[in-house]
Each structure stands twice: as structure tokens, then as C-alpha cells.
């Protein structure tokens, strides 16, 4: 049975999607856009829009009881693979803070996103027996 994931911790949708849906054995979550939940605001660098992105995955991902180290696979789009290593820099902060293992990943560059933001992250997670 598929439960629609909802929590205010992550952006709402702004399209006729959900934030993600849980599958009872997987999580998927949309593409989080960095866009703050409180405020509505988006940062200008790319470090601090990947950050709330990847804040904004594990909120969905949290609100089906799982955890950032059932993440298993991310897509990352990117409107500018030359901000690549700074992207990866807070990946990797972002997984180690988590103690969560590394998931396997996808990166690729877009030529624009909604909100004319510079990166969106979408996730699977699993739920294990």
C-alpha cells in the first residue's frame, strides 16, 4: 500500500506531485529544491543550496521513520557541473554528520530547474526487514 509522505520540515510541492511516497519496503522522495520550509528562501551559493536540498531529503526521509542511513541511491541535478567538487564537499559532510554510509549516486547537469535554483536532490530509501 502507498502512503504519501507530508511534513512541514521540507518544502511544499509546487507542482501536482507529493514531497515523496512510501512503498512499506521503499521510500522514494521527489526532487527537494533548496528552498527553506520556514521561510521560503533560497541561498545564493551552491554549498548552501546543496545543504538545504539534502536537509530538505532527509526531512522526507525521516517522516516515514527511516533514516539518512537508509538512504540507498541519490540523483543529483546540477545546473553547473563546474560547482561538482563544492556539491561533493557538502555531500560528503552531510553523510559523514549523518553517520550514515555513502549512498550510490547520480550527478547530472541540467540546463534549468524550477525556481532558477542551482541544484535539486531527489532519494530512495529502504526500509529494512
Known amino acids: ?7 512541514d520540515k521540507a518544502p511544499a510541492a509546487i507542482g501536482p506531485y507529493v514531497q515523496g511516497v512510501d512503498l512499506g519496503n521503499m ?8 528552498v527553506n520550509p520556514a521561510t521560503g528562501e533560497v541561498p545564493d551559493d551552491i554549498a548552501a543550496q546543496a545543504r538545504q536540498s539534502l536537509e530538505n531529503v532527509k526531512a522526507v526521509v525521516e517522516s516515514s521513520g527511516l533514516k539518512v542511513s537508509d538512504i540507498v541511491k541519490m540523483t543529483v541535478f546540477v545546473k553547473d557541473l563546474n560547482d561538482f567538487g563544492t556539491v561533493n564537499e557538502v555531500y560528503g559532510q552531510f553523510f559523514d554528520e549523518n553517520h550514515a554510509p555513502y549512498p550510490a549516486r547520480s550527478c547530472v547537469e541540467v540546463a534549468r530547474l524550477p525556481k532558477d535554483v542551482k541544484i535539486e536532490i531527489e532519494a530512495i530509501a529502504v526500509r529494512k526487514a
Open 1 to 7: 500500500m502507498t502512503q504519501v509522505l507530508h511534513t
Open 27 to 34: 521510500v522514494l522522495t521527489s526532487g527537494q529544491l533548496p
